[in-house]
Nanobody, 125 residues
Framework: QVQLVESGGGLVQAGGSLRLSCAASGRTFSIYAMGWFRQAPGKEREFVAAIRWNGGSTFYADSVKGRITISTDHAKNTVYLQMNSLKPEDTAVYYC??????????????????WGKGTLVTVSS
């Protein structure tokens, strides 16, 4: 099993920045890719970004491309989500996820194997 713990959420003003962290533990050697999803109030969970754990390839939702960067630090077993120029519509619970699979279409639709409990990001106007 893989355990994921998010941190770094909080309250930030529009235009500000936050860096979310996701610490992975357990059978991390089985991870193929990790990603971030978010769920805003009254909306379904949506894909934000993903990164192949060892390959370095990244994928972003069009809505965040250019403002958000996903990266990893293998020494710390951690994946990051750097968010800049935050907007009120970015307000959501952000979830870290991991998968052992290799189908990116399944990943972006939420077909991940492991999920963190989420960290709340609130962007005020």
């Amino acid at each position: 099993q893989v355990q994921l713990v998010e941190s770094g959420g909080g309250l930030v003003q529009a235009g500000g920045s936050l860096r979310l962290s996701c610490a992975a533990s357990g059978r991390t050697f089985s991870i193929y890719a990790m990603g971030w999803f978010r769920q805003a109030p009254g909306k379904e969970r949506e894909f934000v970004a993903a990164i192949r754990w060892n390959g370095g390839s990244t994928f972003y939702a069009d809505s965040v491309k250019g403002r958000i960067t996903i990266s990893t630090d293998h020494a710390k077993n951690t994946v990051y989500l750097q968010m800049n120029s935050l907007k009120p519509e970015d307000t959501a619970v952000y979830y870290c996820a991991a998968t052992t699979g290799q189908d990116m279409e399944i990943m972006v639709r939420g077909g991940m194997d492991y999920w963190g409990k989420g960290t709340l990001v609130t962007v005020s106007s």
